[in-house]
């Protein structure tokens, strides 16, 4: 279908037998297309296509054919040795959810309403209100790349925040002090280790990379400085077992936690069993002097870890679903709801800043509302 006249620097505009509005036109010699669903998206990407070729951006035509997939394929890759094993495994289930909705269009092509449309198709599929802003945050990620290396004038996904589906917190019922003192009445090996988690708030993998040397018995404080966490990733994407790895998640990461007495006792009791252990044992295995050991002095699996408390809790009467994560939450929770500052909870916690501890258990800040009311009326009457 022939279309108007080109204007000088604007190219020509017409209609696709699809229905949708192309564009065609000349720059740096070159003829380009560029196609939408309406005037406005096919405008918007030619005066991209204009802002590239100003900024000196455009580059060979070869790279606009590059698609969203293969973008997204080249920043897996170069992500692998820059973040933990963890969060890359997270990162490439992210870019799974992508591409299938996204990956063979063209970046030149992609707009904002497309990947709209993606964030509602995900979600009709029954993903999570998590898992879209999950991947969001990932195409986000590196469609800021693209932009960075010129592939792309703007990031389609910097005005579609507002566009993502809520995400509803459950906050999750911290155990209350009657459900931790049963629990850690419980005799058993891993005694010890749930009463540290519940007394020092360690995350699960700092605990079971803890070493003796870590742990100061006489001063009562332990220090944490690794972790004990997935290995690198294969080329299969999968890690490489488990292994030992010096902090810091972040600068916050490593820390000292003080102990108090009942807490010292039952890692002085666990010390004297283990050293037993070790004299009985055949084969003992461990050589770098850890805390938290199987009877053989062989590393404990997170999965077994998991299993085991979920085992004691029930021999303790807590009826519902107890886990690690949920003991460092019961710490920060009590620590909240007994008026301790946010600055110093998110410091024992190791958080990056007192920001995430307020996201995550504001819920225990807002209860001291009515003691900083009281207190404000206190001080103002003196006046």
Sequence with gaps: MTGPRARPGQGREYALPSGRVAIQVQVAGRRYHVTGATKTEAR???????????????????????????????????????????????????????????????????????????YAALTAKGYSPVTVRHAHGVLAQALAQAVADGLLVRNPCATLRG?????????????????????????????????????????????????????????????????WAQGPAGPDGRGAGHRLRAYPKNHSSVRTVDLPAACLQALQEHRRAQLVEKLGAPLWMDQEGRVFLTRYGTPLHP????????????????????YPHLLRHTYASHLLRAGRPVTEVSRLLGHASPATTLRVYAHWVREDGAQAAAALERAFSRA
Excluded: C, F, M
Excluded at 65 to 76: E, P, Q
Excluded at 173 to 190: F, H, N, Q, S
């Design 44 to 118: 918007r990407k030619r005066d991209d296509l204009l802002a590239q070729h100003r900024a000196g951006l455009l580059g060979d035509p070869a790279g606009r054919r590059t698609t969203v997939g293969a973008l997204l394929d080249g920043w897996l890759a170069g992500k692998r040795a820059t973040v933990v094993p963890s969060t890359w495994a997270r990162y490439r289930v992210a870019v799974g959810h992508v591409l299938p909705l996204l990956g063979k269009t063209r970046l030149p092509e992609l707009a904002a309403p497309a990947v709209r449309r993606a």
């Design 163 to 227: 566009a993502l589906p809520k995400q509803e917190r459950n906050e999750v019922e911290a155990l209350t002090g009657a459900e931790v003192a049963a629990l850690l009445a419980v005799p058993g090996r891993g005694r010890a280790l749930w009463t540290l988690a519940a007394y020092s708030g360690l995350r699960e993998g700092e605990l079971l990379g803890l070493l003796w040397r870590d742990v100061d018995l006489e001063r009562g404080r332990v220090t944490v400085q690794r972790v």
């Design 303 to 322: 999965g077994n870890t998991v299993r085991d408390l979920q085992h004691d809790a029930t021999r303790a009467g807590i009826a519902r679903r107890v």
